[in-house]
């Protein structure tokens, strides 16, 4: 088996984007590719078939090869859950809340065999890995614990394609930079740069590549212009800097706001949203400018006890409540349903040092935390006013709900039965993430809203979610065969023999 390294100048260099595009071009081209991340930081997670957590962007890069994602994709995730502490799960399941000190000194010296067991297990069943790295390979204050760059590139003996992202500006500096604080036999590694998000005519920048591929003796395999997609992007530290597709709101039929909660997590069950005729979503974090939106959606958390006192302190609890009085429609998923009942009791500390506390009572739920999580995918059919939807997404959650008097909101295929809806129908919360992925569902309960509004219904058609997903899959590696040198690539891979280590 063969292996390529995507490695970046920075964090949100594009490394995640361009994996997913070069497993899908391996796999159109008949190659037996799998992707793989031997360390991520995310809050965008994914679950595996068989219930294992993983990062989002290695599930994604796996439905891009046509595979099953599995736990060695991605063997060891970090959950940043407080300050300076993040939840380590290991092989899809939680091993332990480490403070990053701890994790560092303590813990990465003794996973490398954990890591060795997934590359082993994946070298078994494909010929080819897409590796992506983290962060940059030359931080030197975390080089001796890194994980994620050019100690995997050493571990499984492969080339290195180093990323940079022009919109920051400062491209060749990062470039150069980064080569020369790498190690001489690092640096042998590195066999090809691709710059990431251009924009602007190719000619101009033509000048500086020649002075680049002069300078280093590596050539540049690509330049790669802005893309605009809808592929799902890794984590919520990229949120602050995430492109809403901008709508005109005085021309829109709904104005949706998203509680921009402290700790978001799986932001991206918001994106179907995005995507809808008429619909203005926007991310809100104070009072500022709430408005009178006609649908709050309070997504995940992770750590639900903490963003809601976030939510009370700042007002937004109040106005929560408030708007739904006058009228608004609120949506809770996981830790936003979980926000949304009217008590949460945490006796062993689980999520806080509170052990108790009220909610914002629109749903006549209670919550009890325990450390014992689920994980696991689900499907089964919306019940009550949405009678006739049949939806699947997964679960990933702390603590279990008790609905006191609110109906339940869906009921899975083993006959459990998930969240709970208002009398009115205008409040829901649910465990399941990708609720809004099941397009049908959206298009119906959007049109509510509408209807509400004494607007008529969206009539245009709706594309099944993994449609979508494979046409962003086709129309991303179009684009990078059409800017990426895929022959230099292909004998790149041919010719290597590897690097000794000095």
């Known amino acids: 088996m063969k292996a390529i390294m995507i490695q970046g100048t920075s964090s949100d260099a594009g490394k995640s984007l361009l994996c997913t595009g070069l497993c899908r ?8 590719v799998a992707p793989f991340k031997s360390q991520n930081m995310a809050l965008n997670s994914y679950i595996t078939q068989d219930g294992g957590e993983i990062g989002r962007a290695q599930g994604v890069q796996a439905e891009a090869c046509g595979l099953e994602a599995t736990v060695d994709m991605n063997p060891i995730l970090l959950k940043p859950k407080a300050h300076m502490v993040s939840e380590v799960i290991v092989h899809g399941k939680h091993f332990a809340d480490m403070e990053a000190f701890s994790y560092r000194s303590e813990f990465v010296p003794k996973v490398i065999p954990k890591i060795e ?29 890194d994980i994620a760059n050019m100690r995997m590139a050493d571990l499984l003996d492969c080339p290195v394609f180093l990323a940079a992202d022009i919109e920051r500006g400062g491209v060749f500096a990062s470039i150069v930079g980064t080569l020369e604080l790498l190690e001489p036999h690092e640096r042998a590694r ?37 893309f605009e997609h809808d592929i799902d992007p890794e984590d919520s530290l990229a949120l602050d800097a995430l492109k809403l597709k901008k709508r005109d709101r005085t021309s829109s039929d709904l104005d949706i706001a998203v509680i921009k909660l402290p700790r978001i997590s799986n932001f991206t069950d918001i994106s179907p949203l995005q995507e809808e005729p ?14 009178k939106p006609d649908l709050i959606v309070i997504p995940g958390s992770k750590n639900t006890v903490e963003d809601l006192m976030w ?25 936003g349903f979980q ?42 059919q919306l019940l009550g006013a949405y009678a006739g939807h049949e939806v699947e997404g997964y679960e990933i959650h702390l603590g279990r709900t008790e609905r006191g008097g609110s109906e339940p909101f869906l009921q899975f295929e083993s006959g459990e039965c998930d969240g709970a809806i ?62 990426l040198d895929m022959d230099l690539v292909y004998q790149i891979l041919a010719d290597w023999s590897g690097v000794k280590r000095a």
């Not at 082993?120 to 080089?143: C, F």
């Not at 302190?313 to 996981?334: P, R």
């Not at 949304?340 to 040092?353: A, K, N, Y």
Request: aromatic share 10%; charged share 25%.
């Open 190 to 226: 590195v066999k090809g740069f691709i710059i990431n998000k251009f924009r602007g005519k190719k000619e101009l920048l033509d000048s500086g590549l020649l002075w680049l591929e002069e300078r280093t003796g590596i050539p540049v395999l690509g330049v790669i212009p802005h």
């Open 25 to 32: 071009i391996f796999y159109e081209d008949g190659h037996r």
């Open 339 to 380: 926000m949304l009942g009217e008590r949460l009791f945490d006796p062993e500390r689980v999520e806080s040092g509170y052990e108790e506390l009220d909610g914002i009572g629109l749903l006549a739920t209670s919550t009890t935390f325990y450390a014992q999580k689920r994980t696991i995918r689900n499907r089964g």
């Open 117 to 145: 067991e997934s590359i082993e297990r994946l070298y078994a069943e494909h010929e080819l890995l897409v590796v992506e790295g983290a962060g940059s390979p030359a931080e030197i204050n975390l080089k001796d614990r």
């Open 278 to 291: 008429g619909a203005s979503v926007r991310y809100i974090s104070s009072l500022r400018g709430f408005g």
């Open 422 to 483: 208002s009398a009115d129908g205008r409040a829901f919360g649910t465990y399941l993430h990708g609720l809004f992925q099941n397009r049908g569902f959206t298009r119906d309960f959007l049109n509510r809203l509408r209807s509400a509004k004494g607007l008529p219904p969206c009539g245009d058609e709706v594309m099944p979610e993994a449609a979508r997903r494979e046409e962003s899959y086709r129309r991303l590696a179009a684009h990078l065969r059409q800017h």
């Open 311 to 335: 939510l009370k302190e700042q007002g937004l609890a109040d106005a929560i409540a408030a708007a739904y009085a006058s009228g608004s429609w609120v949506a809770g998923i996981c830790g």
